[in-house]
C-alpha cells in the first residue's frame, strides 16, 4: 500500500509537470504571437516615418528650386516654375534672418571679435556682421571689408526709406540684411551664396514641415552630418508628458544628405500593446486553468481506477489465501476427524464392553469417558471453526456487553494470575445491550485480548473502556502498553496469515475482523513502537 502511495505521489509530480510545461508553451506562444504583431505594427509606424520624411524631401526640394528659379530670373535666366511657391520661400528667409538680427539688442555695446560672435557667425553661416554709421560709412565689423563693397551697401542703404532694408548684391554674389537703429545707425548681416543656400534650405523645410507636419505629435530635427549642426527642427522630444516616441533616423537629401531624426507620436501602439497582453495574459490563464482542470480530473478518474484495481487485487489475494489456508485447514481437519472418529468409536465400545461391575468404579469409569467425550467434541468444534468459521450460523439476540466482557476479562484475568500484567475494565453504565452471537462475539474479543497479552512478555496493563461514542454506537476500547506494531505492518495485521510470531498461524485478528463485520461493527487500531497498541471497535447499540 506504501509503493501505491508512493507511485500515486510520483504520478501527481509528472501530472504537475506536465501542467507547468503546458502553461509555459502556451504562454511562450501567445508572446511569440504578441511580438510578432508588436513587431510588423513597429514596422509600420518606421514605414510612416520613412515616407514623411520622403515627402517633406520632396516638398522642400521643390521650394528649393522654385525659390532658386527667382533669383536666377533676377540674373536673365527665365526658367518655369512657381512663382508664389518661390517668393514665399523667399519671405520665410528673410524673415527668419530678420528675427535673427533682432537677437542683436545693442548693437553698440557689441563685441565682434569674440568667440561668442565668431560662433554665431559659424552657426547661422553669416559671413560678416557690420556696424554703420546714418551715412552708410562702415564703423566696424567682424571682418574687413573692401571699399567697393562698401560703396554698394552704401548706395543700398541711401535707397532704402524704411527701418529694415535686405537684398542682394548681384555684383558680388552677395546679400545683405539691414535694421536701422533709433541714432540712425545700421546693423547688416552679410552672406554669401552657401550663407543664403543655408537659410533657403531651413525656409524649404519649414514650409514643407508646416503643409506635412501639421499637427503630427512627436519631433522631427534635421541635422548637418559634417558639423552636426542642427538644421530645423520642429515639435519637442516629449511635447505631451508621457508620450511615447517611436525614434527613427533617415537620409534628407537637399544639395546635399542631411541627416532627419524623427520621434513619432506610437501611443495608440503602446495602449494596443497594453490591452494586447493583457487579453492575451487572461486568455493564457484561462486555457492553462481550463489545462489543469482537465488533467486533474483526468488524474481523479485514474485514481480511482487504480485504487479499485489495486482494491480487487487485494481482495482476489485475500480469497487466494483464504482459499488456501481453507484447503490446508480441510486437509487438517480430514487427518484429524479419522482418530477421533476412533477415539469416539472406542469410548462407545468401552462403555458397552468394559464398565466395571463395582459400582464406585462404574462411577468413575463414566465421568472419565464423558470428560473425553466432551473433550472430543470441543476438539471437533474447533477444527470446524478452523475450517470455515464464517460459514458457520450465528444465533443473533439481545447481548448485555458490560456482561460479556466481565465474563470474558476473568478468564483472561485466570490465565494471567502468574504474570505482572494487570487487567483494569472501566464503563459508564450498564447494561449496553448490542444484537449479537455471544459466543462469535465473545470468540473476537477473547482473540484482540491475547493478542494485547502476548505482546507484553514482561509486565504491563491492559485497559478495557465501554462507553457510547458520538454516533450513539458501542464503543469498545482495547489498549495495552506492550511492544507495538511497526506503522508498515498495521495495514497488514487483519490479513490471514500475518503474523510476527514463531509460532502463529495468523488467524486471531482476521477471525475477530471477520466476525466484528458480520455484526455490522468495525476495528481500527492504532500503535506505536514502545508505546504500546489500542483497538477501536464500534458496534451497533440495540435500544
Known amino acids: 500500500m506504501l509503493s501505491f502511495m508512493k507511485k500515486e505521489s510520483f504520478n501527481l509530480l509528472v501530472l504537475a509537470a506536465l501542467c507547468l510545461c503546458l502553461t509555459l508553451a502556451l504562454l511562450g506562444g501567445a508572446l511569440f504571437n504578441v511580438k510578432k504583431t508588436e513587431g510588423y505594427l513597429l514596422g509600420v509606424y518606421r514605414s510612416q516615418g520613412h515616407a514623411l520624411v520622403k515627402n517633406i524631401e520632396l516638398s522642400a526640394q521643390n521650394l528649393l528650386k522654385d525659390f532658386r528659379h527667382i533669383e536666377m530670373s533676377h540674373q536673365g535666366k527665365i526658367e ?12 520665410n528667409l528673410f524673415q527668419e534672418l530678420l528675427d535673427l538680427l533682432l537677437k542683436l539688442d545693442n548693437p553698440e555695446g557689441l563685441d565682434l571679435i569674440s568667440p561668442d560672435i565668431e560662433a ?13 554709421d546714418d551715412q552708410g560709412n562702415i564703423l566696424r565689423g567682424t571682418t574687413t571689408i573692401p571699399k567697393e563693397l562698401g560703396q554698394l551697401l ?3 542703404l541711401k535707397d532704402s526709406f524704411d527701418s529694415v532694408c535686405l537684398g542682394p548684391l548681384p555684383q558680388k554674389d552677395l546679400f545683405f540684411v539691414g535694421r536701422k537703429a533709433q541714432d540712425g545707425s545700421w546693423t547688416l548681416l552679410l552672406l554669401d551664396r552657401k550663407g543664403i543656400d543655408f537659410w533657403a534650405i531651413r525656409a524649404s523645410l519649414k514650409i514643407a ?12 530635427r534635421v541635422l548637418d552630418p559634417e558639423d552636426g549642426m542642427v538644421i530645423w527642427e520642429e515639435g519637442s522630444e516629449s511635447p505631451v508628458p508621457n508620450l511615447a516616441l517611436l525614434e527613427i533616423s533617415s537620409e534628407l537629401f537637399l544639395d546635399r544628405s542631411f541627416i532627419a531624426q524623427v520621434g513619432l507620436d506610437i501611443s495608440d501602439f503602446h495602449e494596443f500593446r497594453t490591452t494586447n497582453r493583457y487579453y492575451v495574459g487572461i486568455s493564457t490563464a484561462l486555457m492553462a486553468s481550463f489545462s489543469l482542470f482537465l488533467v486533474i480530473f483526468f488524474y481523479m478518474i485514474q485514481q480511482r481506477y487504480l485504487r479499485r484495481v489495486q482494491e480487487m487485487k487485494d481482495a482476489l489475494a485475500k480469497e487466494e ?10 486437509g487438517l481437519a480430514h487427518e ?23 459400582s464406585e468404579k462404574r462411577e468413575e469409569f463414566r465421568e472419565i469417558g464423558l470428560l473425553v467425550k466432551n473433550e472430543v467434541k470441543r476438539l471437533t468444534d474447533v477444527i470446524e471453526a478452523f475450517v470455515g468459521h464464517s460459514r458457520q450460523r450465528m444465533e443473533f439476540g439481545p447481548q448485555d456487553l458490560v456482561t460479556l466482557m466481565e465474563g470474558l476479562l476473568s478468564l483472561v484475568r485466570e490465565e494471567i494470575r502468574t504474570r505482572p500484567i494487570t487487567v483494569d475494565f472501566l464503563y459508564a453504565k450498564r447494561p449496553i445491550h448490542v444484537w449479537a452471537d455471544y459466543f462469535r462475539l465473545y470468540e473476537a474479543f477473547l482473540n484482540i485480548l491475547k493478542n494485547s497479552v502476548e505482546a507484553m512478555p514482561d509486565k504491563g496493563r491492559i485497559l478495557v473502556e465501554l462507553k457510547k ?16 506494531i511497526p506503522q508498515e505492518d498495521l495495514d497488514r495485521i487483519f490479513e490471514p496469515g500475518y503474523t510476527t510470531k514463531e509460532k502463529g498461524l495468523g488467524l486471531g485478528l482476521a477471525i475477530a475482523r471477520e466476525i466484528i463485520k458480520a455484526h455490522g461493527g468495525d476495528i481500527k487500531v492504532w500503535s506505536r513502537l514502545d508505546k504500546g497498541t489500542t483497538f477501536y471497535v464500534t458496534l451497533p447499540v440495540k435500544e
Open 469 to 484: 461514542d458520538k454516533r450513539a454506537q458501542a464503543l469498545i476500547i482495547i489498549s495495552d502498553t506492550g511492544k507495538g
Open 336 to 358: 484429524i476427524r479419522n482418530p477421533l472418529n476412533a477415539i469416539s468409536m472406542a469410548l462407545q465400545r468401552m462403555a458397552l464392553e468394559f464398565e466395571p461391575e463395582d
Open 154 to 156: 552704401k548706395k543700398a
Open 80 to 91: 518655369t516654375f512657381d512663382v508664389d511657391f518661390g517668393f514665399e520661400v523667399r519671405e
Open 321 to 330: 489465501k483464504l482459499s488456501s489456508l481453507g484447503k490446508l485447514a480441510k
Open 209 to 220: 514641415l508646416q503643409e506635412l507636419w501639421k499637427e503630427a505629435s512627436g519631433y522631427i
Open 120 to 132: 554665431f557667425l559659424y552657426k547661422n553661416r553669416l559671413l560678416s556682421i557690420l556696424i554703420l
